[in-house]
Every structure is written in C-alpha cells, then in structure tokens.
C-alpha cells in the first residue's frame, strides 16, 4: 500500500496528499481536469501530472479520488481499470457510487474542514472509514491510520449522519458566528468583543454535553428577552426566524426533559 | 471605590464579588432573597449577609445588582437609598430601569457566559459600561478595569445588541452543538468525533471574519447534498426546519456579496 494516485487537487486531497507523503507513502500522479491545479499539487509532492483521465497511472495500489460530490460519479464511469482499490473521500456519497465498475471500493472520509492554502493538522481528526469486505477494510484502516490516531470503521449511513453533524456543529455555528459579527457591526462594535465567550462555550463542551451546559434567555424560558431580542431583529426577517425558531427548540427541548424527570 | 454591597448571589454576582474580592476590594454585605445563596456566598467573601433589602448596609461606594432581569425592577423599587451609584448587571436591561429613584444609575456587564461552581477567568472578557455622567463613568470604568483589560463603554442600545450576538455566538451555537450530538447518538456516534472540527472551526474565526472562512454544502449552493442533507431529517421536523433555514440563510448571504462583487 505505497503508491497512491491522487484523483482530485483541491483542499481535501492537496491536505491528504501532503500528510500521506511526510509519512513515507508515495504519490505517483496527481489528475484533475485542470492543468494549473494538477501541476501545482504534482510539484508539492514532486510527483506527475495528467489531466486526461484515461492517462492514470496503471500500477497505483490505492486511487483517492478527493473530488467534489457532484463530479465523483464522473470520474468512477471514466475510470479505465478494474479490480483495484479505488477510494472516495466524500461524507455524504454512498459506497455504492461505485457499483457500476468492477473495482474494489472503499471511503476514507476526513472529518474536518480544511482551508485553502492551510494544511490542517489531521492527526486527531476522525478518519470514518468503509470498505467492501475485510480484507479491503483493514487495508484502509492501516493507509488512514498513517493519517490519524482517530480512525473509525462507519457505514455509509453513519458517514451521511457524520457529515450531517458536521454541517450544524462547524458550518451552521461558524453562520452564527457571522450574523453575531453582522449585529454588532450595524452597533458599531467588533467582532472581537464575542471571542473570549466562544473560547468559554467551546471550553465547556470539551468535558461536557451541550445540552447541560446550555445557557441563555431560551433555556431558561425568559419569554421578556426572548420577546426584546426579537424586536431588536425586526429589521431582519430572516434572522428574526432563526432567532425565534432556534429558540424555540431551546425552549422545546428542554421543557421535554425537565417532563421526563 | 473599595466598598461594594453585592445584591444577588447568582453565578454573575458570585463571579464579580469573588474576582473582585482578589483585587483587593472590599465587598461589605450579600444581598439574597434566599438565605442558603446569600450565606454561601457571604461565607466565600468573609461579609456579612441579608435577605430583607430594607438592613442594605448604608455605606457602600458602590451596589451591584446582579439578579436576573425580571427581578432587577423589584429590587430597584425596593432600594432604600438616594444619591448613591448603583449598577446592574444585565445585558439587556436599558439604564432607565433606574429613573423612578434618585440614585447614580450604572451598569456593568460581563459580556461571558457563566456556569454555576466555576470561576470564569474575566481578565479577558470584555465588560460593556454605562453610567448617567463621565464623573460615575470614569468611575465605574475604574472598577471595571480591575475586573477585565477589556472595558468597552457602550450604551444600552449597543449592550442589548452585543447580548443578542451573544446568544447568536453562544447560546445558539451551543445547541447547534447539541443538535449534532443528538444526530449522532441516533445513529451510535460519539459527540467526540465533532471535537476536532469545532476546535478547527474556532481556530479559524480567531484571525478570519466568520464570513471568509464559511465551508459546507450551503456556502457552495450545493443543492444535491442540501436536498439529502434535509431528507435525513426527515424525522425531526424542528432540526429539518432549523437546517433549511440557516442553509437558506447562508446561500443568500453569499449568493449577494457575489452579486456585489
């Protein structure tokens, strides 16, 4: 499980291709559709190039193909050879992507959201990971554990609900993040002044579940402040409704467990 | 400024007497309604202790109330002295809660989220100030300042606004959190694989506007995943709503600073 061809040049596999070549693996070709991309990845790893698909490299033992959702369905018709282990990267395609080719299909999905021009630190990042049958699996296992510590076997059902997850905890909190700044600036104030109570929520779920750290107007079903707050968004409707339907569900769910005990 | 009767006994009153305490002030009396609360924390502080608002000690440079919001008009109207300065605590109550009594209206608040038995670090934490006259606002800002090196004097227009963004950065996130934990529970994952995603996620906004480092499905318009994404939870009506909502909300975003570029 040495050589490795990279099928994709963008965040997630320039991040894979990097971490795997500081240990010890070795990528022998970069594609993607776009010359500048591939050349630029292929140069990081000083390995080659092609934007033709059908130019792969035929004696790779593993393919990772790190493209976007949409385009992986693309690249597994095109793909010219068979019975080889051949890996998508992806949280919310299913296995079965590749059930019109003859290859031996695995995932290895890296939870974790990566930047341009940033190489992430995976090595305690989960890596969810799925393959065919055993003997494919414990190979991924191995490849995946070079990356992380954290390697998880996770079924394609599983991977979605993960990748799911992930959206609320890092997409949708990091959106929240942004209407916070976007309050503030109308008030005239930064964003700045919100860092050190971000740096406490996040300091408390660490050893805590959320829902018994959770504070604020909502849990406590301050319906004066939840009523002000929503006027204060009357110049919104849009974060008006997730001001009011989030609080809501605040209110909902801890209503239900305070009936349960 | 050395002497401070504390009126409340709550997590905010026991953060501000016991950080102040240590910077050499001297908190004379805790007030509580409730003997258990106003004893406990009088015995942390080395003070005296009351629960009838009429034997408020009459020497104090300063009365911090720091009860919750629907209480602070209570006491206010209860307050037995003139022409002394007293604040309060709270985000979203206006300085004008004060204007029935010939008092030296103020308010400090700790723009943190504060959890019952542990003592938040405020040095960082940012306090808004607000007082009827530069005289009282100077002075206020002094004790402030020995609280926090992040004192901030803003009116309570801006205070009300910078607790919304604190619900929105906070409260609102910190149940997304939940939401992701509750996904994965449901389908036999650990709220710890999310760890090192939020953290990144964090790292992020540290030094990047929210808006710049915006990842996911939504912030790419990708309606396939969006559409399975909202299919998933099809089983919970309030998380559907709440993903469509804030995904909706971030595809408008960007979709018109695009527009504007």
Chains 1, 2 share one sequence.
Do not use: W
């Not at 190039?49 to 976007?68: C, H, P, Q």
């Amino acid at each position: 499980m040495n050589k490795i061809v990279l099928i994709g040049a963008g965040n997630v596999a320039s991040n894979l291709g990097i971490t795997l070549k500081e240990k010890g693996k070795e990528i022998v070709q970069v594609y993607s559709k776009t010359n500048s991309s591939s050349s630029l990845l292929a140069k990081k790893l000083n390995c080659d190039y092609t934007t033709d698909i059908k130019e792969l490299k035929e004696e790779a033992d593993l393919y990772i193909i790190s493209v976007k959702d949409s385009a992986i369905n693309e690249i597994v018709e095109q793909f010219p050879y068979e019975n080889v282990l051949v890996s998508h990267t992806s949280g919310s395609v299913d296995i079965d992507v590749f059930s019109k080719k003859n290859v031996r299909p695995a995932v290895i999905y890296p939870l974790q959201t990566f930047s341009k021009d940033f190489l992430v630190d995976l090595s305690n990042s989960p890596i969810l990971v799925e393959a065919a049958n055993n003997e494919d699996l414990l190979k991924i296992k191995k490849i995946a554990s070079e990356i992380s510590d954290n390697v998880i076997h996770a079924d394609s059902k599983q991977r979605s609900y993960s990748h799911l997850a992930a959206v609320f905890a890092c997409n949708f909190s990091n959106h929240l993040f942004f209407i916070a700044e976007d309050i503030l600036k109308k008030n005239n104030l930064s964003f700045d002044i919100l860092k050190p109570l971000i740096k406490e929520t996040f300091r408390k779920i660490e050893s805590n579940s959320p829902y018994e750290v959770q504070t604020g107007p909502a849990v406590r079903n301050d319906k004066n402040i939840i009523k002000k707050h929503s006027e204060l968004l009357s110049y919104s409707d849009s974060y008006q409704k997730i001001y009011n339907f989030i609080s809501d569900n605040i209110v909902l769910n801890h209503l239900k467990k305070t009936d349960q005990n």
